[in-house]
């Protein structure tokens, strides 16, 4: 390829990115990483970048194989590290789109969750109402408060654009809310801890052994008790291994029961030896 045609076809693709934004790149992106692994990896690289490029308004004539091997050039060539052959998301946001358009899809990997403590602690503080829910005045704020901890401006006009597109791509159900489970993937919330432990499947050393580790995951202030929301996040965890999707009325629900069973000195917290109890241990 020569040079005047090399510039001109550098020239198109950069037109094309023009006109992407986040909601567009989320929008091709999760066509593909359906099972939401992060990466895009192999022979739907090709794909991908086809897509891409034909949902941007690129001209059928520009669309060549020659144009998708130069585009898939310019990003792997740049950011596989690894030489696997995968792109993760990050990557590609960080190529394709302005600073102000990639902060969200940044945040969302880069700061992942990794105890529900933290998370119903966000969830708390957002569900302004106690409607068991996230509204989109109350994303409204979220996301804006998540602007100026990060020390960034924006306008009411972008903020209302980044709440809808944000409810768009992430309230599943459609019913114009968020619900836990809506929020855990904007947050990126990292797998059930107690899925690691069979509680019912060892000996009562083990089960001993596992408790103290359950405990000290959720007990993140560390005062031997738990409350508020380190009762949220172990409840939400418990209640996750029985059934995949919960509201936040259903964890409420079970809150009450857990805690009216629990909190045997009824002072609003569980402590170690009570919630010990009502799983059936006794701690030495």
Not at 4 to 30: K, N, R, T, V, Y
Not at 59 to 75: A, M, V, Y
Request: net charge negative; glycine share 6%.
């Amino acid at each position: 390829m020569d040079s005047a045609l090399d510039s001109a076809l550098d020239s198109a693709l950069d037109s094309a990115l023009d006109s992407l934004d986040a909601a567009g790149f989320l929008q091709i992106w999760q066509h593909f990483d359906v099972e939401d692994k992060g990466y895009i990896e192999g022979k739907e690289l090709d794909t991908f970048f086809q897509h891409m490029l034909e949902k941007l308004g690129m001209k059928s004539g520009e669309l060549t194989e020659d144009t998708i091997r130069r585009l898939k050039e310019r990003f792997t060539s740049a950011y596989d590290t690894s030489a696997d052959g995968r792109l993760q998301i990050q990557e590609l946001a960080t190529m394709m789109l302005p600073e102000e358009e990639n902060f969200l899809l940044l945040f969302r990997r880069e700061t992942p969750l990794d105890n529900s403590v933290e998370f119903m602690r966000i969830w708390r503080n957002y569900d302004t109402d106690s409607s068991g829910y996230i509204s989109d005045i109350e994303l409204k704020g979220f996301l804006q408060d998540l602007f100026l901890q990060h020390k960034k401006s924006i306008t009411p006009e972008k903020l209302e654009e980044y709440t809808v597109t944000m409810m768009k791509m992430f309230d599943k159900n459609r019913d114009g809310r968020l619900d836990l489970n809506d929020l855990a993937r904007i947050l990126a919330l990292k797998e059930n801890f107690l899925l690691k432990f069979k509680m019912d499947a060892c000996s009562q050393e083990d089960r001993k052994r596992d408790f103290e580790k359950i405990f000290a995951h959720y007990d993140v202030s560390k005062t031997g008790a738990l409350e508020g929301p380190e009762v949220d996040g172990f409840v939400k965890d418990m209640m996750e291994l029985v059934k995949s999707s919960i509201s936040g009325t259903d964890l409420d629900k079970f809150k009450k029961a857990l805690m009216g069973h629990c909190d045997i000195n009824g002072d609003g917290k569980i402590q170690k030896n009570e919630l010990a109890l009502c799983l059936g241990l006794k701690l030495s």
